[in-house]
């Protein structure tokens, strides 16, 4: 008897620790699970507030150098192609203003010995100029004129260079979203058999 009692006892013992086990193996499956969440956090470059005006005063130092510094480096051969055309025609048309300046100089004081007296290689004297004085007069004022106007070109593009740096930096910062698009629209009207043309403005909320 002593043996069934201890027997029926350590089976009562093991029942009541089973359902303990079980009840707080219930409970511990109720509790509410830690979510965790996989998000990919985008990380910015800084906004430069400088930048703009760097890349203007390293253009404005030497042409060319605002667009190396937006790493804009086929825009530099653009730069040199158009400053340097404008100096070109400057150079060119100040020369051809000189050479004239300098023939009409020396008619004017009574000579006869500048390089129009002469053929085009220089080597034969000729008896009547190849340019007349009034053909001087003229050829001065026109190439005063294309002097002129090469040089404002050169300026401009001079400024030109400056302005496209500091734009180009302003547009490196300025933020682009996806959720917000601008796209061309095409339709056919099967009705009139017209086309119509248009833009679509897309947000994404």
């Not at 069934?4 to 350590?10: E, F, M």
Request: net charge positive; proline share 4%.
């Amino acid at each position: 008897m002593p043996n069934k009692s201890l027997i029926v006892s350590a089976i009562a013992f093991l029942f009541c620790f089973s359902t303990i086990a079980q009840e707080k193996e219930k409970k511990r499956k109720q509790l509410p699970k830690e979510v965790v969440i996989d998000s990919i956090i985008e990380v910015k470059d800084p906004i430069n507030p400088l930048s703009p005006a760097k890349a203007a005063f390293y253009s404005a130092v030497l042409p060319g150098l605002g667009q190396a510094y937006n790493k804009k480096y086929w825009k530099i051969p653009l730069v040199y192609g158009a400053i340097g055309t404008g100096i070109y025609f400057y150079v060119t048309n100040d020369r051809e203003y000189n050479r004239y300046r300098d023939a009409y100089k020396r008619r004017l004081a009574g000579f006869e010995d500048d390089e129009f007296f002469f053929s085009a290689d220089g080597t034969t004297r000729l008896t009547s100029p190849r340019v007349t004085t009034e053909s001087l007069e003229r050829g001065q004022k026109f190439y005063r004129k294309n002097k002129e106007v090469a040089l404002l070109v050169t300026i401009g593009l001079y400024a030109l260079n400056i302005i496209d740096a500091n734009v180009d930096a302003h547009l490196l910062q300025y933020n682009v979203d996806d959720k917000l698009s601008l796209a061309p629209h095409y339709k056919f009207n099967e009705f009139d058999a017209t086309s119509n043309l248009g833009l679509t403005l897309n947000f994404k909320f």
